[in-house]
């Protein structure tokens, strides 16, 4: 890779029709995740470097689409005495119990589906208690607040701004969710020793390996949504509506590496200035990031950890109002006004492409694993 999706696209578009294109696009969490199962999995041994006093680590997603709600769990055992049994308690319904064995440095995974779907707007957030027993008899609480994602909510997100809003999402808007069972309807690419893996547990997960400078990317075009004069002139995908773009990434290094996740073009980690809007790595520290084809505008976010976070952005468009705000496990992180990439009249403003890549800018290992990526916009 590393050419310019906009030259690239018509050998892309070649490609992706032998490889199922578009798969993931527009579907529910409902046939994503199916009933309740447990998936455990062992994290890379960089990832034992977590606090041993961290315990357990919690992520949640509750996806909600017309009268189906699920809550997707994953818990991380990030200290140092297995786990014996986790109860958890969502929203007020009945305490869920799984009597499992989770080793430190292991994880679970479930899905539990609310008994009341309709009590959940999107936009709004619920109470989920965990409570982890380990093997010595103790014990540790936690609290979370949980946003609920999918269609129907408040302004700024899928569904109108009155609470109870006709749940129209096939004609007011488009959602894709991806959590990379596979690379269907993917390009990757890669430079020196990295490498590009997905698997069921983590999703998608890239390594540079040891060679310094060393590149691992993936993209993927969107292409029945997109707009291309000569190719698709009716496509809907477009900076100038508001939308929005969440992903759950885990770091495994903290310094000497770039990295990106973002919708817009590719080889953004060297071309900065393209259109996109998305998130940056630079070493530790996680920034917002746009670009608009003249130049780009940074904010800075948080400072990372090696844990499981929640990325979110939305871009506001509202008259001449456009700002993009930036979130981080739902805390508004960031603001960016501009830069903002905005479609041109006559051509493909790379609204409907996703690029995600690392870079280690030493001759040292990076890991980084990208678990869900969401995407929405209004029509």
Known sequence: M???????????????????????????????IAGSLLVYTLYFSSANTAAANSLVSVSPMLMKAGDTAK????????????????????????????????????????????????????????????????????????????????????????????????????????????????????????????????????????????QANSLAEVSRVLTYIMRYPGFSDHGFSTWNKSRGFRVWFLPYALTNQEAIIAVGTDALLTYPDLPHVGFRIVDGVLYGSCGDGSGHTTVELVNLDIIVYKAEWRLVVDGDVRKVLFYVNDEL?????????????????????????????????????VNVIELWQNR
């Open 2 to 32: 590393g050419m310019l999706m906009k030259f690239n696209v018509v050998k892309r578009l070649k490609r992706l029709k032998a490889v199922s294109p578009l798969l993931a696009a527009i579907i529910l969490i409902a046939g994503t």
């Open 71 to 210: 809550l997707a769990l994953n818990f991380k055992n990030v200290g140092t005495k297995p786990v014996v049994k986790i109860e958890y308690t969502f929203n007020g319904e009945e305490t869920q119990v799984l009597d499992v064995e989770v080793p430190p440095g292991h994880q679970v995974s479930t899905v539990f589906t609310p008994a009341h779907p309709e009590n959940f707007i999107v936009g709004n957030s619920y109470l989920l208690v965990v409570k982890a027993t380990y093997s010595d008899g103790s014990t540790s609480t936690d609290v979370l607040s949980v946003m609920c994602s999918g269609w129907g909510g408040p302004s700024g997100l899928p569904g109108g701004e009155e609470e109870g809003a006709a749940l129209t999402p096939w004609d007011d808007y488009f959602y894709y969710l991806d959590t990379f069972q596979s690379l269907d309807g993917w390009c990757s690419g890669t430079t020196g020793s990295a490498t590009v893996e997905v698997n069921c547990a983590e999703g998608l997960i890239l390594k540079t390996g040891s």
């Open 333 to 369: 992180k960031g603001e960016i006004t501009t830069n903002i990439p905005q479609a041109p009249p006559d051509d493909w403003d790379y609204s409907a492409g996703i690029y995600i890549a690392l870079k280690n800018t030493a001759a040292e290992p990076k890991i980084l694993c």
